[in-house]
């Protein structure tokens, strides 16, 4: 059973900084790209930023510039670093795992629970 697993969601005011944490486990044969999203209530999920095995990466304009996206393949494992954030920021992010279960098999998207990023004005 494959989970993603995410932490350091919080409270924060505005201009201040947050990293976020998500590692895959389970039974998992490779992953490809890995990222981030997030929701706020009556909205569609919305990507903030994504990166691949190599490390190539790819982010939404409204966080340019002040989110960084890396990630430990060793630890199968995607970080978030949000500085200079802004109320409008505030939301729950998502991780998610584009990965493969075995060899031959298709890739399947996974998702973590998320966790609720709050940022006061």
């Known amino acids: 059973q494959v989970q993603l697993v995410e932490s350091g969601g919080g409270l924060v005011q505005a201009g201040g900084s947050l990293r976020l944490s998500c590692t895959a486990s389970?039974?998992?044969?490779?992953?490809?790209?890995m990222g981030w999203y997030r929701q706020t209530p009556g909205k569609q999920r919305e990507l903030v930023a994504t990166?691949?095995?190599?490390?190539?990466?790819n982010y939404a304009d409204s966080v340019k510039g002040r989110f960084t996206i890396s990630r430990d393949n060793a630890k199968n494992t995607v970080y978030l670093q949000m500085n200079a954030l802004k109320p409008e920021d505030t939301a729950v992010y998502y991780c998610?795992?584009?990965?493969?279960?075995?060899?031959?098999?298709?890739?399947?998207?996974?998702w973590g629970q998320g966790t609720q990023v709050t940022v006061s004005s």
């Open positions: 990166i691949s095995t190599g490390g190539n990466t």
């Open positions: 389970g039974v998992i044969f490779s992953i490809n790209t």
């Open positions: 998610q795992a584009n990965l493969r279960l075995m060899l031959n098999t298709r890739v399947l998207d996974y």
